[in-house]
């Protein structure tokens, strides 16, 4: 993308759905505004610009990517899901350059897609058990808050490195409605 033109991204914004029928399938309306505003940022990002990183001991997008696929797999799909997913933690931080952007977004879209139709299944009762997850105990309730905050966090990271990469005139506008504001 060419500095100057602007991202008018197609974001399916939480907030632009109304209100939810439930607090899970309100986490699955963030998950997707996330990747959604993840896949517009990087989108026409090199290889080489998706695994930069900024000091020796940062990640790049590339790492983050896989951490957030990594992370809604184990805490969503696995603990509220009951699937089967084996994390390798320490790999998606220490992954140099081995995939291509499509590649990670398709991983990152696929646990978005997966842990958004569990979310969408969960009853209440779901939210209320209690499991523990990488050493903590926790509820439905605070995996799928975690999960979102989690994803809303590195979320910011990655809209800054692309910003950062783009340079001068980047063009990301997430919010173009409050431009005037």
């Not at 930069?52 to 990640?59: A, F, G, I, K, L």
């Amino acid at each position: 993308m060419a500095n100057g033109s602007t991202i008018r991204s197609s974001v399916r914004l939480a907030l632009d759905r109304g209100p939810a029928p439930s607090f899970a399938d309100l986490a699955a309306r963030y998950l997707e505004e996330y990747l959604d505003k993840i896949c517009a940022t990087i989108d026409g990002l090199s290889h080489e610009q998706i695994w930069w990183r900024p000091t020796s001991d940062s990640n790049s997008i590339g790492n983050l990517l896989m951490h957030l696929a990594g992370n809604l797999r184990l805490w969503i799909g696995n603990h509220l899901g009951g699937g089967d997913f084996v994390r390798d933690r320490s790999g998606e931080f220490a992954a140099d350059g081995e995939l291509d952007a499509p590649q990670l977004v398709a991983g990152l879209a696929a646990a978005v897609e997966h842990c958004a139709a569990v979310l969408r299944a969960l009853d209440d009762d779901s939210l209320e058990t209690v499991t523990t997850v990488q050493g903590y105990t926790v509820d439905g309730l605070g995996i799928a808050f975690h999960a979102t905050e989690h994803m809303s966090y590195h979320c910011g990271q990655i809209v800054q490195l692309a910003k950062q990469l783009r340079g001068e005139g980047h063009g990301i506008e997430l919010y173009p409605q409050h431009s005037d504001e």
